[in-house]
């Protein structure tokens, strides 16, 4: 099934910028939709963005949206979540998420997670 | 777009735990269950409002009837103690929008 490896995270100052990366192993990244959630301390979960395989369909949360970039790196197997204007409230857990699919489907659900990698601001 | 579940259920281990997602017109859209244990990433348990992926046990199932969708574990035990979320995707506002979260205590 493979597995999903987060990077990057770390403190941060109100206002600053962090990127996030995550890369896999036993599948290809490149061939899926990709999501990135984060989970607060504490609280649940939160849906932040998502990217098709193509990179033609891009979707952000309304709290990240115009201060988060999402892309990836097909060469790299890579995936990133570009933030900017870091708040207080983006602290926590960012895990990435494979859709189920190879598919351009937002409707599908995300069948493998990496374990996450922790922003504090 | 809001799916509201309980914070909390509590039941008896051998018993059946129920847990609701409500949601405004839920019926169209395609509800995932996802459950996650302290300290660790979330697992799909039902997808597709009553699809078990391989590897989940037949106790988990899933059903949707008007607003309201049903996560089922039947002849629960300690280890189904976990948080679960059920999850779909809003194609008004085009993200992918949780449920809070209910606490299942055995």
């Known amino acids: 099934e493979g597995q999903l490896v987060e990077s990057g995270g770390g403190l941060a100052q109100p206002g600053e910028s962090l990127t996030l990366s995550c890369t896999s192993t036993?599948?290809?990244?490149?061939?899926?939709?990709m999501s990135w959630v984060r989970q607060a301390p504490g609280k649940g979960l939160e849906w932040v963005s998502y990217?098709?395989?193509?990179?033609?369909?891009?979707y952000y949360g309304d709290s990240v949206r115009g201060r988060f970039t999402i892309s990836r790196d097909s060469a790299k197997n890579s995936l990133y979540l570009q933030m900017n204007s870091l708040r207080t409230e983006d602290t926590a857990l960012y895990h990435c998420a494979r859709d189920a699919d190879y598919g351009d489907y937002p409707a599908y659900h995300m069948d493998v997670w990496g374990k996450g990698t922790t922003v504090t601001v | 777009y809001v799916l509201t579940q309980p914070p909390s259920v509590s039941v008896a281990p051998g018993q059946t735990a129920r847990i609701p997602c409500g949601g405004n017109?839920?019926?169209?859209?395609?509800v995932h269950w996802y459950q996650q244990k302290a300290g660790q990433a979330p697992v799909v348990v039902v997808y597709?409002?009553?699809d078990r992926p391989s590897g989940i046990p037949d106790r988990f199932s899933g059903s949707v009837s008007g607003n309201r969708a049903t996560l089922t574990i039947s002849r629960v035990d300690a280890g189904d103690e976990a948080d679960y979320y059920c999850q779909v995707w809003d194609p008004r506002s085009d993200q992918r929008v949780f449920g809070g979260g209910t606490k299942l205590t055995v």
């Open positions: 990217i098709s395989s193509s990179g033609d369909s891009i």
């Open positions: 036993g599948f290809s990244l490149s061939e899926y939709t």
């Open positions: 017109n839920l019926g169209p859209k395609s």
């Open positions: 597709d409002d009553s």
